[in-house]
């Protein structure tokens, strides 16, 4: 186990998107993943993973949500309070990194799904990976949006969206990561590179 | 609760491998972590010094527990300082690897705020007639000596008189009453010596305080009654053994087990250490990581109980899961401390009780 490189993710498709995006590339499996509850566990567990012993990288993968300037806020504030008083405004659209200020703190990389600029999470961004011009998921967001009753809240749509898509492919009910590997979802496409790049950026 | 902390906070300055370590927040239980070498051995040294306004017998038995006195005392406190190489073992206590007596930045342990607290320093310096000690006119009146102040009080201990207590040092010495401060130090499993147990037990045995120690004994072996020791202290040594329900005779501790021995060292010395220092190495050293949170806890309930502060030392991630699992039931915050070697010094970190459980529960590495 790599104990120099950690990634903070919300939750276990997360983990698994990341594991898929990296497949083939030379940074597979060399930093360590952990999820346990969405941003608050984050924000939560951000201050004490900063100072992981001997820890050189440290990444995070949040959600911008409704909201992706107080979600940056936020993060912004805890590296503050632990000397990082070298992160911008907002954040790249590439993926920010911020270089460690202090001897013995990680270089530090920050991904706001889906791609550093708009609302939304992480299904948000593996829609971005169905093939172009797929006939099928225009009409499952068409669907779920003639629902008769909806039981999920309004920000779950995009969620919504995505797994009903997937019930519809050649093994229904796969989850987001092997959806990637099984190749429904092309992890080639320009919004899947500018992620991948990113983390090779930061664990490269 | 009401009783402040003997040190709040903690600086060391120019002792072994720190330059300046300063730890901004100390707490009752203070569980100490960090690599081969990052100085947790040389804090508990650093403390033992504090507590005991650097006595000569806590200094020699410093460098004799490092094997830095390896040769005659002659040859290794009175070597002409200026020699290269060949210099005093008392140079080893300094930082920076020093070569020459006239070139040592004075040593300093205390508080970081020192209003209230008194700190120690100890530096270099040159024994004048003075000085001297008039009892023993075989002693030169010039040479090198070290100066020692506590809190604004001052004195001289020449090198030479180092010598002549380590010739005159028999192998048994109540080594518990040099200190000014209470201290016990309880060092790793297995290294008792000149029969230091049995001197902790005659402290205490026939007291309240040995009831506390059986009781910490039972979370291990609940079938033990009462302790005592037997033997010849020259001989074979004064054993501890117990009387359990299930033997007629008293069995030596040892026989149940190394941590049941672990245990009654650890609650003798933490009794033996009201109102000052418990310094113990390696905590977790022969306990099975499931009785580690129940040890704890009773070093946390004593600790609280008779106003004593704790220093451990750990390189176990069980002992830091069971250090979190009893502190989360504390009233008063335990901390753990990271020391990390950067350059040439030595850096802290300090971990409060929510930040060890996130640590714990999220498996991110801290020690």
Redesign the interface.
């Given at each position: 186990m790599n104990?120099e490189a950690?990634l903070l993710v919300e939750g276990k498709d997360d983990e698994r998107v990341v594991d898929a995006i990296t497949r083939g590339t030379q940074i597979h499996s060399t930093f360590e993943i952990?999820w346990?509850d969405g941003f608050s566990w984050i924000t939560?567990?951000l201050?004490?993973?900063l100072?992981?012993?001997?820890?050189q990288r440290l990444g995070v993968v949040a959600d911008a949500d409704t909201d992706l300037a107080a979600r940056w806020m936020s993060l912004r504030n805890i590296l503050a309070s632990r000397g990082y008083a070298n992160v911008p405004e907002s954040p790249d659209p590439k993926g920010t990194i911020i270089a460690s200020p202090v001897?013995?703190r990680p270089r530090v990389g920050i991904w706001l799904m889906p791609d550093n600029c708009l609302p939304g999470m992480l299904e948000d961004f593996t829609a971005l990976l169905v093939p172009p011009g797929d006939p099928l998921f225009v009409y499952a967001r068409d669907c779920v949006r003639g629902l008769p009753h909806v039981r999920f809240p309004r920000s779950h749509i995009p969620k919504a969206d995505i797994h009903t898509w997937l019930a519809w492919q050649e093994e229904p009910g796969k989850p987001l990561g092997t959806a990637i590997t099984a190749r429904f979802l092309d992890a080639a496409l320009p919004p899947a590179q500018a992620f991948r790049q990113w983390l090779v950026r930061l664990f490269g | 609760m009401s009783d402040k902390l003997k040190l709040p906070s903690l600086w060391i300055k120019g002792f072994r491998c720190f330059g300046s370590l300063k730890i901004e927040r100390l707490g009752r239980v203070n569980l100490i972590v960090g690599k081969n070498n990052s100085g947790k051995s040389s804090l508990l040294e650093a403390l033992r010094l504090y507590a005991s306004e650097a006595h000569p017998l806590v200094l020699l038995e410093i460098l004799e527990s490092r094997n830095e006195m390896a040769e005659p005392p002659e040859e290794v406190l009175l070597r002409k300082v200026d020699e290269p190489i060949r210099v005093p073992a008392v140079l080893h206590l300094f930082h920076g690897y020093p070569q020459a007596f006239g070139e040592l930045a004075p040593i300093e342990v205390g508080p970081i705020e020192a209003d209230r607290i008194p700190s120690l320093v100890i530096a270099a310096t040159e024994q004048t007639a003075e000085h001297g000690h008039r009892r023993q006119n075989s002693l030169q009146s010039r040479g090198p000596a070290l100066r020692i102040d506590f809190g604004g009080r001052e004195r001289i201990l020449p090198l030479e008189e180092l010598v002549e207590l380590l010739n005159r040092r028999r192998f048994y010495y109540d080594s518990e009453a040099v200190f000014r401060l209470p201290c016990v130090s309880l060092g790793r499993a297995g290294t008792d010596r000149f029969n230091k147990v049995a001197r902790l037990w005659d402290r205490v045995a026939l007291t309240e305080k040995e009831s506390l120690v059986e009781e910490g004994l039972r979370i291990l072996s609940p079938e033990i009654e009462r302790v005592s020791f037997v033997g010849e202290e020259k001989l074979t040594g004064r054993i501890p053994v117990a009387r359990t329900a299930r033997s007629p005779k008293p069995v030596p501790l040892g026989n149940l087990g190394g941590g049941v021995n672990r245990v009654f060292e650890l609650m003798l010395s933490t009794v033996n250490a009201e109102g000052g220092l418990l310094l113990v190495d390696e905590f977790e050293d022969d306990l099975h990581y499931s009785v580690q949170p129940q040890i704890w806890q009773k070093v946390f309930h004593l600790a609280e109980n008779l106003n004593i502060q704790v220093f451990a030392t750990t390189h176990s991630w069980d002992c830091v899961k069971a250090f979190q699992d009893a502190a989360a039931s504390q009233q008063q915050e335990p901390v753990l401390i990271r020391l990390t070697r950067l350059d040439d010094d030595v850096v802290a970190d300090i971990f409060e009780q929510r930040e060890i459980t996130i640590a714990t529960q999220n498996e991110i590495e801290i020690r």
């Open positions: 104990r950690l952990r346990a939560l567990t201050q004490t993973a100072r992981t012993t001997g820890l001897p013995l | -």
